[in-house]
């Protein structure tokens, strides 16, 4: 089989589209796919470290701030060194990664799932068949227990059935509704805690805990920003 040289391919299949009857469709390419999602989702670019690759936490040129807008995001430590967990959001529904796309990847003493309305900046975009993949990185900066400091980075790769055909309107209304600007999330999903929850309500409100302290009938669940004391599985005090 003879393959034509990639400039002849090129201009082959945009005779193709220009010559096409008025009501046929020419998809875009991926490409034109990923100018329109980086117009509407800018990127951020982080620094290097020499060899040891991109340094994360020194943002180069930070892009916009966006939130995530549900919990069960998985995200890991932005220089791990395995391959971060993909989560995939379909029809409302966050979902991990399994089988041969998680094969490479899994938890780590520091991994954990981002809170909703964390606040992120987009660093990489790729369109795929029926989805888009955002590499997403904390804005905060985290403190480890040695002592280090860490931003945390996720794969977040939202399904887009008809991907192709949709305008960068509608591509923009599903992502939206899972990473949007900080604030729409607020003004849509702030959180309230409440004396007697229980710890799967304050979970579903606030996502899972940075840390846990469990003393028995006592529990506390370490968020960024608040801590939440438990006494017997219900909402004690919030500090």
């Known amino acids: 089989m003879r393959f034509l040289p990639p400039a002849r391919v090129l201009i082959t ?5 220009a010559m096409a009857p008025a009501p046929a469709f020419c998809a875009p390419t991926k490409r034109e796919l990923r100018d329109q999602l980086v117009a509407m989702y800018p990127l951020t670019r982080v620094g ?4 040891a690759g991109f340094d994360y936490t020194r943002v180069t040129e930070p892009g916009p701030i966006f939130a995530v807008r549900l919990p069960g995001i998985y995200a890991d430590v932005a220089n791990t060194k395995n391959a971060i967990i993909e989560t995939n959001y379909t029809n409302g529904q966050i979902t991990q990664a399994t089988g041969f796309a998680a094969a490479f990847g899994g938890n780590t003493s520091h991994s954990r799932t981002l809170a909703p309305n964390e606040k992120v900046y987009v660093m990489q975009i790729l369109p795929r068949h029926d989805a888009v993949l955002f590499d997403l990185l904390t804005v905060d900066v985290a403190t480890l227990g ?3 400091g860490t931003r945390y980075r996720a794969e977040l790769n939202v399904k887009l059935p008809g991907l192709d055909t949709m305008t960068p309107e509608d591509m923009k209304k599903t992502i939206d509704t ?3 600007d900080p604030a729409t999330a607020s003004a849509v999903e702030s959180k309230t ?7 799967a309500q304050v979970k579903q409100s606030l996502g899972n805990p940075e840390k846990i302290v469990d003393l028995g009938a006592k529990q506390m669940y370490v968020y960024k920003d608040m801590k939440v004391v438990f006494v017997n599985n219900q909402v004690s005090d919030v500090q």
């Open 178 to 180: 899972v990473l949007t």
């Open 13 to 17: 299949a945009s005779l193709v589209c």
């Open 146 to 148: 040695d002592g280090r």
């Open 48 to 51: 290097m470290n020499g060899l």
């Open 193 to 199: 805690i409440k004396l007697g929850m229980s710890p």
